[in-house]
Each structure stands twice: as C-alpha cells, then as structure tokens.
C-alpha cells in the first residue's frame, strides 16, 4: 500500500510544471524579476537561446493590441537546471527551471 501511494506521489510530482522563482544567480550577481533585458544581459550575458512569441493584449473581452513576449534560455552548469527568463516590454516578468 506504502509502496503505490510512493509511486502516485513521485509520478504526481513528474508532471508538475517547471519550478518558478523570483531570482536567479549569475556568477556572483543576481538577477530579479523587474530587471530590464539590457540589467540582465550585463549580469548573464548572452542567452543559450532565444524566441519572441506576439500576443493579444486585452481589456476585458477586447483585443486592444499587440505585445512581443521574449523568451531566453541559460543553460547553467551540469546538473543544475535551464533557466528560463520572459520578458514583456524589455522588463523580466518570470525566472522558471526547466525539468530535467
């Protein structure tokens, strides 16, 4: 009985979205949401990868414009985690780790 409610837990935890933080350690600086992309590329440097996604902006129902979310990816040091940052008008809204 232990044994399946174990298993349950660790298949439940596999399928949880990636881990989502506020920080992010670059060297010996950190990076917080709030920084601009031009703060972090000076801390991090260059991403591992980048891509722009275009998405509606909306009041309430209506679509009132257009905005370019950027996403980059650090890929850190063996056996810790990608970083993922997205930024929203040149400002970091999330810092997210990818799963392993």
Known sequence: MHMRV??????????LP???DDTLRCGSKIVRT???????????????STSIEEQDVHAGPR??????IHTWRYNRASGQR?????FDLEQL??????SK
């Open 6 to 15: 174990a298993l349950a837990t660790a298949l439940l935890l596999m399928t």
């Open 18 to 20: 990636a881990a989502a």
């Open 34 to 48: 709030g920084m601009t992309m031009t703060e972090v590329k000076k801390y991090c440097g260059n991403p591992s």
């Open 63 to 68: 679509v009132v414009g257009k905005t370019e």
């Open 82 to 86: 990608t970083a993922v940052l997205e």
């Open 93 to 98: 809204k999330s810092i997210t780790y990818e």
